[in-house]
């Protein structure tokens, strides 16, 4: 069965900095992977998917992910990190063994420091 | 183009008391799938709909139910509610399933006391 798991439930870094969100994800079949954004009392909106086209993946508001088979990571970077990338962001992968398709990861809440 | 439209934005309701909320798909997406998120049980998937047929189903009580009209309009309700039901409920639609891009609402923050 596919998952993902987000190692680290909340990041602090500086504005300017380097925004690294870490998934991995768990799939015996090439997986269809997705970060999502979600800003307080809103719904997700997508980063970028990953579908097999290209191993690095660039997104909305600069966000870029690089799949990587062996390590099975799909982390989610941001060279410098503005104020208004706060919210959580949440790592997926579609299921084709389950009923839910779309199997979500915890959520990893991202914070800005002045 | 319109996005996905969920009313209300917020409820109130008692305990015992039965809920429905209402998910507007974007203009030509069949399919609709609804999800309950919790900070501890974070996103989990309730139901999806396509054409009018449910398709996939979560691991919820039968309180938990919906339906989808032929406009692709698609309704939840929640019967006999429990204080555990308080809850932020997402829908999203997308084309043709969630195999590839789902599209999500601002959410039903519901509240029950």
Known sequence: ?????????????????????????????????FWYVQYPNQGLQLLLKYTSAATLVKGINGFEAEFKKSETSFHLTKPSAHMSDAAEY????????????IIFGSGTRLSIRP | KAGVTQTPRYLIKTRGQQVTLSCSPISGHRSVSWYQQTPGQG????FEYFSET??????FPGRFSGRQFSNSRSEMNVSTLELGDSALYLCASSPQGQDTEAFFGQGTRLTVV
């Not at chain 1, 602090?12 to 799939?27: D, I, Q």
């Open chain 2, 43 to 46: 996103l989990q998937f309730l």
């Open chain 2, 54 to 59: 449910q398709r996939n189903k979560g691991n």
């Open chain 1, 1 to 33: 069965a596919q998952s993902v798991t987000q190692l680290g439930s909340h990041v602090s870094v500086s504005e300017g900095a380097l925004v690294l969100l870490r998934c991995n994800y768990s799939s015996s079949v090439p997986p269809y992977l």
């Open chain 1, 90 to 101: 949440f790592c997926a992968v579609i299921s084709y063994s389950s009923a839910s398709k």
